[in-house]
């Protein structure tokens, strides 16, 4: 893995119209393949970040920098805590549709769908509508759309987070073996902590209002990792640090 | 075959009975024909209500086409521009408030050819229905899906055509649907009025024409000839929003 900084943060800060800081002197480098999980308490600003870093919503303060120019920026994808499909498209149509609307040639389009729906496992429900599809295959096919454009960043905000047990631990194994043949970086968000220490090889603690660095952890195992790495060791210590640094962001929230 | 069809039909054969013999005893409705006395005024006038039938038929649709399109356009603008919307919405609503037997004398306008003065009745009749309706349901797209176009660098015309129009669809075929029922409605009674400046008479002018003369078999034959135009109008509407919901959306698909 290179460590070559692909997003720089630089002393971001966050506020509402009512003045109430969401985020404050916010700093993180990352890398070009680094898989960073955000997670903290309710209203930390976890979700606040991913928005930030899209562009969805305007810095109050600070910086973000996209090494690499416009380019990258125009190359990073969002998958939304809701699948947000559209639901008057077929599934093999919404996973076209950010081709379209950058305007690649059909061919391109029917081809680019075609491998990432075989990808994703997804051709045989193609022609499907997300109205007959099951919340595991909505959330597929929005991690299959989100990566039509091959971007170089992908940012997830709590995509798993409405799911059942195995069908998350079973899209979290898919969406590595995704992530090793597509190469992306990625940044989740979610309240997870096993989530978080399974997917990333880094765990940034945020602190309760307003959102700042509190923790870095890092998780050394190398990816693709599979599931039966959850019974390990090592595993079990990566999820105790991180719940400990929750557990101690949590205290020094009640104190302050 | 299924109830919703056979529900209806034998609900016409039970109607035809009870006006059978509503018709053939003494309720006091002298002027109430049967349904046989009804059908040999159809056919004993055909030559003049059809004609008739015809050219309201023509003004009808035509009015309903360009009020949908016209409807569709303008909140596609109102939708655009704010400052507009604020100014114009008020007198929208008056407008669509304003009965169109208050507004049909006063679109009368004389030297108008009639077939032109019942196309502008229908049209302005269906139109603000139309308008009413689509303006709010285009404003109203699921905010996520708005932000899911931002991520996708989306044009204005981008997000218009690939989102608020498809999302707004389900409310945009209910405002067709009631333009549907106010299009004969309108085109019947502007004709009623206004027949008297057209050469030929339309179904309005042949309906005072049959009262003057105490025809009551070829008032209902011509009142029904009329109501078969706008269920076949209204039908079609409805099959068509049948046809563009029905793998979508929960109604369509009787799963709301």
Partial sequence: MTTKPQLRIINVSKRYANGSAVLDDFSLDIANDDFVAFIGPRGCGKSTILRLLAGLTPLSGGNIEHLGGEEIHRRTSFIFQEPTLLPWRTVESNIRLPLELRGASKDEQEDQAHEIMKLWELSHVSERYPLQLSAGMKTRASLARGLATAPRCLLLDEPFAALDAITRNKLCVELMRVREKRHFTACLVTHSAAEAVFLANRVIVLTANPGRVAEIIEVPETHPRKLAWRETNAFQEALNQVRNALNRVQEAAKQS | ?256
């Fill in chain 2, 1 to 256: 075959m299924r109830l919703n069809l056979i529900l209806p039909i034998l609900v016409a054969i039970v109607g035809m009975i009870v006006w059978a013999c509503l018709a053939l005893i003494d309720t006091g409705l002298n002027s109430l024909p049967g349904p046989l006395a009804t059908a040999d005024a159809l056919w004993a006038d055909r030559k003049a209500i059809f004609p008739a039938l015809g050219r309201d038929a023509a003004a009808m649709v035509l009015g309903f086409l360009l009020a949908c399109a016209l409807g569709v356009l303008s909140a596609i603008v109102l939708t655009t521009y704010q400052g507009l919307r604020l100014a114009l919405a008020p007198w929208m609503t008056i407008a669509r408030m304003a009965p169109i037997a208050a507004l049909a004398p006063l679109l009368i306008v004389s030297p108008c050819p009639a077939f032109l003065t019942l196309l502008i009745v229908t049209t302005v009749a269906c139109y603000f229905p139309v308008v009413s309706v689509a303006t709010p349901a285009l404003l109203a797209t699921d905010k996520s899906l708005l932000d899911l176009f931002k991520t996708y660098h989306a044009s204005y015309w981008q997000q218009i055509v690939h989102l608020r129009l498809p999302h707004a669809l389900p409310q945009l075929m209910t405002a067709i649907k009631r333009a549907a029922i106010y299009a004969p409605m309108a085109s019947l009674l502007t004709d009623y009025l206004a027949g008297a400046l057209a050469g030929k008479p339309g179904l309005g002018r042949l309906l005072s024409e049959y009262f003057v003369g105490q025809n009551y078999p070829a008032i209902v034959a011509l009142c029904l000839s009329a109501a078969a135009v706008g269920v076949l109008l209204a039908g079609t509407v409805h099959a068509i929003t049948a046809w563009t919901l029905m793998h979508w959306h929960d109604n369509e698909n009787g799963q709301a």
